[in-house]
């Protein structure tokens, strides 16, 4: 269970000699630590791993050039130096400078699914896929970026939050592997 409390409501605090209120960083970090550590909501225990961060995201593919290609012209990565892993080919992708994507080429001995949830059509109906496994990127350009996945005919479902700020297009990468492409 989380110890994320979301009815935490911070409460400002007064603000030296001008009438007003107004709550500081620190006032609120320690608000929310008080809010945390009642008897319904005890102390967060410590997390094994130490300043952990996402470093990269893995997709196997029986054709990883055709996927790189993919990766780099819709969303930008750029290929950079790969291990030689000897037995199989890898390409590592990097979009930013540390989010990674590394591309395996697929152990055609294996059982395992190409992945759990890779779509083939007539399945692949991306109207359904903000809902199920996807991986999200954030663009500052998203109306120009729509417009391109319309030139390259690709399918895709359109959508818009309903406070109306984050626009949302859903998409499948050529191995069926859910992507979505919001608004900034």
């Not at 409390?5 to 605090?13: A, E």
């Not at 029986?62 to 790969?82: N, P, V």
Request: net charge positive; proline share 8%.
């Amino acid at each position: 269970s989380s110890n994320f409390n979301s009815s935490v409501r911070l409460r400002p605090t007064p603000n030296s000699g001008k009438g007003k209120t107004k709550a500081t960083a620190a006032d609120h970090r320690k608000q929310i630590a008080n809010a945390r550590t009642t008897k319904k909501n005890p102390p967060p225990k410590m997390a094994a791993a130490k300043e952990a961060c996402l470093n990269h995201v893995a997709r196997e593919s029986s054709d990883i050039k055709h996927l790189a290609k993919f990766y780099q012209e819709i969303l930008g990565f750029e290929q950079i130096e790969s291990p030689n892993f000897g037995e199989f080919q890898v390409i590592w992708l990097k979009l930013s400078p540390n989010f990674y994507l590394h591309l395996i080429e697929r152990n055609p001995e294996t059982k395992l699914p190409e992945g759990p949830w890779s779509a083939e059509s007539p399945v692949a109906d991306p109207k359904n896929l903000h809902r199920g496994h996807h991986i999200c990127f954030s663009v500052s350009n998203f109306d120009s970026f729509v417009q391109t996945l319309k030139e390259k005919g690709t399918a895709m479902h359109e959508k818009t939050q309903p406070d109306g700020k984050t626009k949302q297009v859903f998409f499948f990468d050529p191995d069926g592997n859910g992507l979505e492409v919001a608004s900034r």
